[in-house]
């Protein structure tokens, strides 16, 4: 019995030497968060901290709801399990309708000592997407912004209606990418849960341990965490896909019916 005990509380020690694993980043979610302040005067990376940061999943903020326009400041968020250590994000926006927010200023929050960003020609443009690698220490901890997005969103008055803002994987590598690198020697890729930002519109709600699905709603993709959540919004759920491109997985390609016979003519 005592082996048995023994076996037991090692292997919890193991577990929870793998959990405690700083570099390990898989089940981290880069979450989308609206600060609630805007006009005149917005906050930056710098003062995130002073005006409504989030600590927890359910503290996020992925609205903005606005009748005529209004200056905001958004940011995107690291969260995790627990505090994590990590040396670069990469993340990419969707084909958002810009008529939605105009970008006036976008800042990448660096950890100590500053880093480097790289990105695509027109970000923070639709289907446009960013790199930001820190060139000192690591960024540390949890709950952590790594960017902030000042913008003025567009209501209804002004002819925009709604729409959302959808983080995606950087559609502008060759293999696109949405998440956390962290700083081992080589460097591992870790895929986030990805985030979006709504305006006049329900933003994507994501938290850390979630993965990402595609829900099929007619020709619409929309992510999903579970089959559920698809089934709840009436479409076909699709467990092998998790993201929305593009190209848009929904969309099918049309097809041409031929036969042998034709084919081997267009080889002669």
């Excluded at 048995?4 to 898989?26: E, M, Q, R």
């Excluded at 929305?244 to 003519?265: A, F, Q, R």
Aim: charged share 15%.
């Amino acid at each position: 019995m005592r082996k048995v005990l023994v076996s037991l509380f090692l292997l919890g020690a193991t577990v929870a030497l793998v959990k405690a694993d700083p570099h390990n980043l898989a089940g981290g979610a880069l979450i989308t968060h609206n600060s609630g302040y805007g006009g005149r005067y917005w906050p930056d990376c710098e003062t995130y901290f002073q005006y409504n940061p989030i600590w927890s999943c359910e503290e996020q903020n992925t609205t903005i709801q606005t009748s005529t326009y209004e200056g905001v400041t958004w940011f995107v968020v690291a969260s995790f399990d627990e505090d994590k250590e990590w040396c670069s994000v990469q993340f990419g926006f969707d084909d958002f309708d810009p008529s939605i927010m105009a970008f006036m200023h976008m800042q990448p929050c660096f950890p100590p000592g500053g880093g480097l960003e790289t990105v695509s020609p027109g970000w923070p443009g639709p289907l446009e997407g960013t790199t930001i690698i820190s060139t000192g220490m690591p960024w540390e901890g949890n709950w952590i912004p790594v960017y902030a997005f000042m913008a003025y969103a567009y209501g209804y008055y002004y002819g925009a209606g709604t729409g959302v803002v959808q983080l995606i994987p950087d559609p502008t590598v060759p293999v696109p990418f949405g998440g956390f690198i962290n700083c081992s020697v080589p460097p591992e890729r870790y895929d986030a849960a990805l985030g979006g930002m709504g305006v006049n519109h329900p933003g994507t709600w994501v938290c850390w341990g979630w993965e990402d699905f595609v829900c099929c709603i007619g020709q619409d993709c929309v992510i999903v965490h579970s089959e559920d959540e698809c089934t709840e919004l009436g479409g076909q759920f699709h467990p092998e896909w998790d993201n929305c491109g593009p190209p848009n997985p929904c969309i099918v390609t049309p097809t041409t019916t031929t036969s042998w016979g034709n084919i081997k003519t267009m080889y002669r």
